[in-house]
C-alpha cells in the first residue's frame, strides 16, 4: 500500500519508454550528452554542430559544408557536414579558445549564412562536455515595415498566443484549486499534446484526428497520474511544499524521457506547416489559426460554462472553495480531483498540440511555457477561472508586443516582469480575492 | 469608578486603559465577523472575554494584533495607535497573544520554544550571529529564566523534547510561558484554558492572577463560567461581531441579553437591536 | 574496477565541488528557513557573469570583479524577494524559477558586445592559474583542475563553518522557527520578512561563489552552464545528503555525484561495442545523459516521498512536521 506512488512511478516510466520504438522514434539521431562528468580524462573533445537552411518553407538541412575548427594551439580540423546537416570533429584536448569558421563558399547555391549571423564562432573548452554550435543559413526574416505597422499585427499575435496558452493556465489554475498545489509539471502536459500529435501525423494520421486522440491519451495520462500518482501521495499526509518538490521531480523526469525519443530535435507537423496567409486590414492570419482559435474558444467556454452549469462543475467549485466542507456535503472530493486533473491534462495538451503549428515540436515545448502560465495564472488570480483566461491574453499580449522594442529571444522577461510587478502591487491578482495570508 | 472613565475617554487617552478600540470592524464576503463600537481594557486588571461560538472573538484577537486587517477602526495600546501595525511590532510594544489553535515550534525542542521568545537578542543580528561570545551571556540568562518559566508550568521535565511531542493540553501550557517569556506588557489568551486538566486549571488561574500582580495587563477569551467568575476584574460579552454586554461578572450574567445570546439562535433576532441601545447606553451612562 | 574509481574521482571533481557550494546555499533557504528556491542557477549565474563581465569588460582587479559578482547576487535575492516573501510559498519557487530561465535568455540573447550571447565570456582566469602552486597531475587530475578544486573544496569548508556558526544560535533559531510556523515566530516579535530576506540573500551568496568556481575551472562562462538542470541536481543532492544539517549537501554533492559517474560508467559499459549489452533499438551510448538524468528525478521523487529526512536522516524528526 505505502509503496503506491513508487510503483506508478516505475510503471510510468516503464510505459513510457516502452513505447519508444512505435510512434516517436523514427529517426533517431544522437541526442548529445547534456552532462559529462569531469572525472574521466579526456585526451579529445568533440566539436559538434548543424548547419540548417531556414527559409519560407520550412528548414532543411545542408550537407556538404566545410567547417574548420582551429584549436587552442593553432592547428587546423575540417569536417564536412553530413546530408542530415550535422557535422563532428575531434580536437585534442587543451583548454583555451577554439574557432570554428564555416566556409562559404562550400555552401550549395543559393544557401548564405543568415545576415547578423556569427562567423567564426569561437568557444572556450573547458571540459568533456561535447561543443555544440550551430550556423544559421537561410534569408533573415528582417522585418521592412515600419513600427506602427506592426503593432496590429502583433496584437493580433499576442491574442492568438494568450489564448491558446489559456488552454494551459486553465488546467494549471484548476488543478492549484482544487488541490493546493502548483503544479510545476504541467508544462510537460504541454509537451505531451504536441509530440504525440507529432508521432501520429508522422505515422501517417491526418493532423485534427491525431491531436483529437492526443488529448484523449493525454486526459488518461492525466487521469492516471492522479489516480495512481499523486492521490496516494496525498493520502500520505504529504505537506503542499514537499508535493511541489514531486512536481518538479516529475517535471525532470518526463522531459528526459521525452528527450530520450526524441534526442533533442526540432520537429515541425507534416500538415500546414505554412498556411496560405490571407490579408484582413493590416492583419495576416491563415485559414488554420482561424481553426486553432475556433477549438480553443470552444474548450476554454465549454470548461467555464461546465463549471457553472453541471453537477461536477459545481462540485469542483465546491471543492475549490474549501475541500473539508465540500467532503462533510457528501462530495467525492478525490473523485473531483481526479477528474479535473483528467480534465486539465486534456486542455494542457490541446494548448501543445496547437502551439505545435506555430513554434518548434520538441522536448521542451512545454517546459518553455511554464513561465507564462504561471505569469498568466498569477496575474490574473491564482485559481480563479476567468482570471487565468484574462491572465493568459494580457501575458500573451504584452510577449509578443515586447518584441517591437526587444529582441525577440528576450520576449519572456516581458512575463516576469508582468509578473513581479502584479506580485508588487496586487498579489491576489487581477481577478483574485484579496485573502488573509496564513 | 465608571464615571471617571467615560469622562476620561471623552478628554483624551485614560492612562488607566491600556488597550482600547473603536468601531473595529471585519467582514469576511457580506458576512459582519467583527463590529465592536468600543471596548476597553483597563491596566492591571483581568478582563475576561466571553461569548458563544463563532462570536467573533479569535477574529478580533487577530485584528488587534496586526494578524488581520479590518475593514474600518481604530485602536490603541499604551498610547500607541496600533491600526496597519505589523504583528511583531505589536508584540514588541508589550501586547503578546496566544492562539485558540496552538501554533507550536515543532521540531524545536520545548526549551528552544522559550528562548527564541525573549525579546532584544543581538545573537538574532546576523551580522553577531557567527561570534557567540556576543550572545552567550545573554543567552545563559534567557535559559535560566526559560527554566524558571517552563517548572511554573510544569514542563521542565520535558524541556528537550521536541514541541511537536507535546500533547495538546502542554501545547497549550507551552504556549502561555512562551508568551510571557516576551516579557509583555499585556497577554491576550485564547482559550488558555482548553484541554487542560481540571487540576492543572486551578493552578493556571494562579498564574494569571500572579501575573495581574505582577503588573501585567490580562485579556482572556474562556467559555467556562465558573473560571471567569473566579479571576476575572472585569467582562466583555460578544454575540453576532458586537459587544453586548460589559461589567463585573455578576452583573453580565444577570444581563438578560447575554443570557439569550447564550441560548442562541431563536432570540438571534432581537439580540442585533437590543445590543444596539445597550451598548448605545452604556456609553452614555 | 575502473568504473569505481573514476565514481571516486568524480565525487570530489570540480563539479562537484562547485554543486556543492550551490546545495549549501540552497540549504540555508530551503533547509533551514524553508524558503523554496527553484532558480539557485539563477543566483549562480550573477555571480560568474558580474566577475567575468567585472574581470573582462570593467578590467577590475580579481577581488573587485568577486566583489562584483557578490553585489549581483545580492541584488537579484532583493529583486526576488521584496515582492515575493510576503506572500504563499509558491510565489517564491514561481518567480525564482521564472527569473533563472529569463537570466539565461538574457546572458544568451542581450548586450552581444558584452555577453558574447551563447559563446560566453572567457579569458579571465590567467591570473589566478599564475597563482597555482600544482605542477604535475595527481591521480589522474590536470594541475589547473587540482587547483580549482582546492579552492572549491576550500570554500566549501569555509562556508560550512560559516552556516554552522550562524545555525547554531538564535539567528539560525528563529530561521529553523520560521520553517516550522511563521505566525507563531511573528507573534513572537520577530521580523520574519527581513529574516527570510536575509536568509535568502546569504543562501544567493554562497551560490554565487560556487558561480565563481564553474568561471575559474572552465576559464569561462556560458548561459547553457546555468540551465534549470544545475537547479535540479542542487535540489536532490540537497534532499539526498538531507536538508537543513550541515553535512547534508556535502555528502549529497560526494554521493550524488559517484553515483551518477557509476551510473554512466555502467550503461557505457553495456551499451558500447559491437553487440552491445542493451541492443541498440532501444538505447545507444548517446541517450545514456538522458537515462541518467530520468533515473536523477525518480531519485528525488522517491526521496521527497519515502525519505525526505535523506539517506542518512533521521526518520522521527521529519514525522513531527507532518
Ligand atoms: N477567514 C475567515 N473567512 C471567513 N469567515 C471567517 C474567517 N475567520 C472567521 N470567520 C467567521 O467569523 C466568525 C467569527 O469567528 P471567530 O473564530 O472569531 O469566533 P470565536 O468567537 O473565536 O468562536 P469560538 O468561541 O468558537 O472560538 C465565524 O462565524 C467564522 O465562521
Ligand atoms: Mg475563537
Redesign the interface.
Known amino acids: 500500500m505505502r509503496l503506491r506512488p513508487a510503483l506508478s512511478l516505475a510503471l510510468l516510466v516503464a510505459v513510457l519508454v516502452g513505447a519508444a520504438p512505435t510512434a516517436v522514434a523514427t529517426a533517431s539521431i544522437a541526442g548529445r550528452t547534456t552532462l559529462a562528468t569531469r572525472g574521466d580524462d579526456p585526451e579529445t573533445v568533440k566539436v559538434t554542430g548543424k548547419l540548417v537552411n531556414r527559409d519560407d518553407t520550412g528548414s532543411t538541412p545542408v550537407g556538404g559544408g566545410r567547417v574548420t575548427v582551429t584549436d587552442a594551439s593553432g592547428a587546423e580540423h575540417v569536417a564536412t557536414s553530413r546530408p542530415d546537416g550535422g557535422f563532428s570533429v575531434e580536437v585534442p584536448f587543451e583548454a583555451g579558445p577554439i574557432s570554428i569558421k564555416l566556409d562559404e563558399g562550400s555552401l550549395p547555391r543559393g544557401v548564405t549564412l543568415r545576415e547578423g549571423s556569427r562567423n567564426p564562432i569561437t568557444r572556450t573548452i573547458s571540459g568533456t562536455l561535447p561543443l555544440t554550435v550551430t550556423f544559421v543559413l537561410g534569408k533573415g526574416d528582417r522585418r521592412t515595415m515600419s513600427w506602427a505597422d506592426q503593432v496590429p499585427q502583433s496584437l493580433f499575435n499576442g491574442l492568438y498566443f494568450g489564448l491558446i496558452i489559456s488552454l494551459g493556465a486553465l488546467g494549471l489554475s484548476l488543478i492549484f484549486g482544487t488541490t493546493r498545489l502548483t503544479n510545476f509539471a504541467h508544462g510537460e502536459m504541454v509537451t505531451f499534446g504536441a509530440l504525440v500529435t507529432y508521432g501520429l501525423n508522422v505515422a501517417g494520421i491526418d493532423i485534427w484526428p491525431a491531436g483529437l486522440l492526443a488529448a484523449l491519451l493525454a486526459a488518461v495520462f492525466g487521469f492516471a497520474q492522479d489516480r495512481f500518482f499523486w492521490r496516494p501521495i496525498r493520502r500520505r499526509g504529504t505537506g503542499v511544499l514537499a508535493m511541489m518538490i514531486i512536481s518538479i521531480g516529475v517535471q525532470f523526469i518526463l522531459r528526459n524521457v521525452y528527450q530520450f525519443f526524441t534526442g533533442g530535435r526540432t520537429e515541425t507537423y507534416r500538415q500546414y506547416t505554412t498556411p496560405e496567409g490571407h490579408q484582413l486590414g493590416p492583419i495576416t492570419y491563415s485559414v488554420r489559426d482561424v481553426v486553432c482559435v475556433a477549438i480553443a474558444l470552444v474548450l476554454v467556454l465549454g470548461v467555464t460554462i461546465a463549471l457553472k452549469r453541471t453537477r461536477l462543475g459545481r462540485a469542483t467549485r465546491a471543492v475549490a472553495d474549501n475541500a473539508a466542507l465540500a467532503a462533510t456535503t457528501g462530495i467525492d472530493v478525490n473523485r473531483v480531483i481526479t477528474t479535473v486533473w483528467a480534465v486539465g491534462a486534456l486542455l494542457a495538451a490541446t494548448c501543445g498540440m496547437l502551439l505545435g503549428f506555430s513554434q518548434a515540436v520538441k522536448f521542451d515545448l512545454g517546459a518553455l511555457q511554464l513561465l507564462v502560465m504561471f505569469a498568466a495564472i498569477t496575474v490574473g488570480g491564482l485559481g480563479s477561472v476567468w482570471g487565468a483566461v484574462l491572465g493568459s491574453l494580457l501575458v500573451g499580449t504584452l510577449i509578443e508586443m515586447s518584441t517591437l522594442v526587444i529582441p525577440s529571444e528576450l520576449k519572456m522577461a516581458a512575463a516576469l516582469f508582468l509578473l513581479v510587478g502584479v506580485l508588487l502591487f496586487r498579489p491576489q491578482g487581477l481577478l483574485g480575492r484579496a485573502q488573509r495570508i496564513g | 469608578m465608571p464615571e471617571r472613565i467615560a469622562s476620561a475617554a471623552a478628554a483624551g487617552p485614560d492612562p488607566a486603559v491600556i488597550l482600547r478600540a473603536d468601531n473595529v470592524r471585519r467582514r469576511f464576503g457580506g458576512f459582519t465577523a467583527v463590529d465592536v463600537d468600543r471596548l476597553a481594557v483597563r491596566r492591571g486588571e483581568i478582563t475576561a472575554l466571553i461569548g458563544p461560538n463563532g462570536a467573533g472573538k479569535s477574529t478580533l484577537f487577530n485584528l488587534l494584533t496586526g494578524f488581520d486587517r479590518p475593514d474600518a477602526g481604530q485602536w490603541m495600546f499604551d498610547g500607541h495607535s496600533l491600526a496597519g501595525v505589523p504583528p511583531h511590532k505589536v508584540a514588541r510594544l508589550g501586547m503578546v497573544r496566544t492562539f485558540q489553535l496552538t501554533r507550536v515550534l515543532a521540531r524545536l525542542t520545548v526549551l528552544e520554544n522559550m528562548r527564541i521568545a525573549a525579546p532584544g537578542q543581538l545573537g538574532e543580528r546576523l551580522w553577531a550571529a557567527p561570534f557567540s561570545l556576543a550572545w552567550r551571556r545573554r543567552e545563559k540568562e534567557n535559559t535560566a529564566r526559560a527554566r524558571a518559566l517552563l517548572a511554573r508550568f510544569l514542563l521542565d521535565g520535558k524541556r528537550d523534547e521536541p514541541a511537536g511531542a507535546l500533547s495538546g493540553g502542554q501545547r497549550k501550557l507551552l504556549e502561555m510561558a512562551r508568551a510571557l517569556m516576551v516579557e509583555p506588557r499585556m497577554v491576550m489568551l485564547d482559550e488558555p484554558m482548553a484541554g487542560v486538566n481540571p487540576a492543572l486549571k486551578q493552578s493556571l488561574l494562579g498564574h494569571i492572577v500572579s501575573l495581574r500582580d505582577d503588573g501585567v495587563s490580562v485579556l482572556f477569551v474562556e467559555h467556562d463560567m465558573d473560571m471567569v467568575h473566579e479571576i476575572s476584574d472585569h467582562v466583555v460579552v460578544m454575540a453576532q461581531g458586537r459587544v453586548i454586554a460589559q461589567g463585573t461578572a455578576r452583573e453580565v450574567t444577570q444581563d438578560e441579553r447575554v443570557v439569550s445570546a447564550y441560548l442562541g439562535e431563536r432570540f438571534g433576532g432581537d439580540l442585533e437591536e437590543s445590543a444596539t441601545t445597550s451598548s448605545g447606553g452604556r456609553d452614555g451612562r | 574496477m575502473d568504473i569505481l574509481t573514476?565514481?571516486l574521482?568524480?565525487g570530489f571533481?570540480?563539479?562537484a565541488a562547485y554543486f556543492c557550494l550551490a546545495a549549501i546555499g540552497l540549504n540555508v533557504q530551503f533547509g533551514y528557513a524553508?524558503l523554496?528556491n527553484?532558480g539557485q542557477a539563477g543566483f549562480l549565474a550573477v555571480g560568474a557573469y558580474g566577475f567575468a563581465v567585472g574581470s573582462v569588460s570593467l578590467g577590475l582587479p580579481f577581488s573587485a570583479a568577486i566583489g562584483l559578482g557578490l553585489l549581483c547576487s545580492v541584488a537579484l535575492g532583493l529583486?526576488?524577494g521584496?515582492?515575493?516573501l510576503?506572500?504563499?510559498?509558491?510565489?517564491l519557487?514561481?518567480?525564482t524559477?521564472?527569473?533563472a530561465?529569463?537570466l539565461r535568455?538574457?546572458f544568451?540573447?542581450?548586450f552581444q558586445d558584452v555577453f558574447h550571447?551563447r559563446?560566453?565570456i572567457?579569458?579571465f582566469s590567467a591570473a589566478f592559474q599564475a597563482a597555482n602552486p600544482f605542477d604535475h597531475p595527481f591521480l589522474?587530475?590536470?594541475p589547473?583542475?587540482l587547483w580549482v578544486m582546492t579552492v572549491g573544496w576550500g570554500l566549501v569548508v569555509i562556508v560550512s563553518v560559516?552556516v554552522w556558526?550562524?545555525m547554531?544560535?538564535?539567528?539560525?533559531?528563529?530561521l529553523?522557527?520560521i520553517?516550522?510556523?511563521?505566525?507563531?515566530?511573528?507573534?513572537?516579535?520577530?521580523?520574519?520578512y527581513a529574516f527570510k530576506m536575509?536568509a535568502l540573500a546569504?543562501g544567493g551568496l554562497i551560490g554565487a561563489l560556487g558561480g565563481f568556481v564553474v568561471a575559474l575551472?572552465?576559464?569561462?562562462v556560458?548561459p547553457d552552464n546555468f540551465s534549470?538542470?544545475l537547479t535540479?541536481i542542487v535540489?536532490?543532492m540537497l534532499?539526498l545528503g538531507g536538508a537543513a544539517r550541515i553535512m547534508g549537501p556535502v555528502i549529497g554533492a560526494v554521493v550524488f555525484?559517484a553515483f551518477?559517474?557509476l551510473v554512466?560508467g555502467v550503461l557505457d559499459a553495456l551499451t558500447a561495442g559491437q553487440d552491445p549489452t542493451i541492443p541498440a533499438?532501444?538505447m545507444?551510448g548517446?541517450?545514456?545523459?538522458?537515462?541518467?538524468?530520468?533515473l536523477?528525478?525518480?531519485a528525488?521523487?522517491?526521496l521527497?516521498?519515502?525519505r525526505?529526512q535523506g539517506i542518512f536522516g533521521n526518520r522521527k524528526?521529519m514525522a513531527?512536521?507532518?
Not at chain 3, 547554531?168 to 528563529?174: E, K, Y
Not at chain 3, 520553517?179 to 520574519?192: I, M, T, Y
Not at chain 3, 575551472?217 to 569561462?220: D, F
Open positions: 573514476s565514481a574521482r568524480a571533481s570540480v563539479d524553508g523554496i527553484f529583486v526576488l521584496l515582492p515575493t510576503r506572500l504563499r510559498a509558491d510565489y519557487a514561481i518567480a524559477i521564472a527569473a530561465e529569463v535568455l538574457f544568451g540573447a542581450a550571447g559563446d560566453g572567457s579569458g589522474g587530475y590536470r589547473s583542475d560559516f556558526s550562524i547554531r544560535g538564535p539567528w539560525g533559531r528563529v529553523k522557527a520553517r516550522e510556523d511563521e505566525e507563531a515566530v511573528r507573534s513572537l516579535g520577530k521580523n520574519v536575509q546569504i575551472g572552465q576559464n569561462s556560458q534549470f538542470d535540479f535540489c536532490t534532499v555525484w551518477l559517474s554512466g533499438w532501444l545507444t548517446d541517450q545514456i545523459g538522458t537515462i541518467r538524468f530520468v536523477v528525478g525518480v528525488l521523487v522517491l521527497m516521498i519515502y525526505p524528526e513531527l512536521h507532518a
